[in-house]
């Protein structure tokens, strides 16, 4: 398989969460967005949740007007939302489950188990112009599920990955993963991956070549914190580049 770029997708969502924290104007997401795009990111992704506990409705018109890279809104996979989208068209959308009580992305959409709402949603937001991608656990049957909704992408969920308790947990959920990225690719899909990633966990993902973009947010604002954003994305820009030319 010929050596492909791993794109680099930063997640703004912990940006919005410290300005929610008091409700101030600072730290300003669409800021983050823009010194991470000239650090090197390939995407700026946002998840406009229903609750709003982080990103706010004007965050995501102001990034679709200011991003010199692309918009990649994740959201809950419901009327509102859509409407939401259609009126923003970003450059892409991510499907992603939603649970009001959940801290963070628990597991993946359940594409089987709603196949003819996810082939509408599918349906509509690329009618728009927007590209589909569906945010799924590393699960053939959610694969298959994915490619008769008509999505050309699918986002694989590291989190199980990423939190895994012991090395042979860790182990298993790569060999997943790994085997879920062959599967999807054979079956004409763009695999991206993402939730939990970090420069400690990167790697691994990175060495699997179906792969074309990670997103990644948590770790990187985190690290921001002590390194500042523009270095921490640099530093995640190379450790995946690193990886991808020598694996
Ligand atoms: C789908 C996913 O794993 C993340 O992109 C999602 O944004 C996590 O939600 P929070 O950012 O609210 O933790
Ligand atoms: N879809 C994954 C994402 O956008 C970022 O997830 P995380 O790195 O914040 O866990």
Do not use: W
């Amino acid at each position: 398989m010929e050596k492909q770029v791993i794109l680099l997708g930063v997640n703004i969502d912990h940006v919005a969460t410290l300005r929610q924290a008091r409700g101030t104007r600072y730290p300003e997401p669409v800021q983050a967005a823009l010194i991470a795009e000239q650090a090197g990111a390939d995407g700026i992704t946002a998840h406009l949740r229903e609750d709003r506990r982080h990103i706010q409705d004007r965050d995501i018109y102001l990034l679709r007007e200011m991003l010199q890279t692309k918009l990649n809104l994740e959201m809950a996979v419901t009327e509102t939302m859509i409407a939401v989208a259609l009126a923003v068209k970003p450059h892409a959308c991510c499907l992603v489950p939603e649970r009001r009580e959940e801290l963070t992305t628990e597991g993946g959409l359940d594409v089987v188990a709603a196949p003819g709402r996810m082939r509408d949603a599918c349906q509509t937001l690329a009618e728009a112009g927007i590209e589909v991608s569906l945010f799924i656990d590393p699960d053939f049957a959610q694969i298959d599920a994915a490619v008769k909704a008509g999505a050309p992408v699918v986002e694989l969920h590291t989190g199980r990955y990423a939190d895994a308790q012991t090395l042979q947990e860790q182990q298993q959920e790569l060999l997943r993963i790994q085997h879920a990225a062959q599967y999807a690719h054979q079956a004409g899909l763009q695999v991206n991956a993402g939730h939990g990633l970090s420069l400690h966990n990167v790697e691994a993902i990175c060495r699997l070549p179906q792969i074309v973009e990670l997103n990644i947010g948590h770790s990187i604002i985190a690290q921001a914190v002590f390194s500042g954003l523009d270095q921490a994305v640099r530093d995640m820009k190379r450790i995946m580049r690193e990886v991808r030319l020598h694996i």
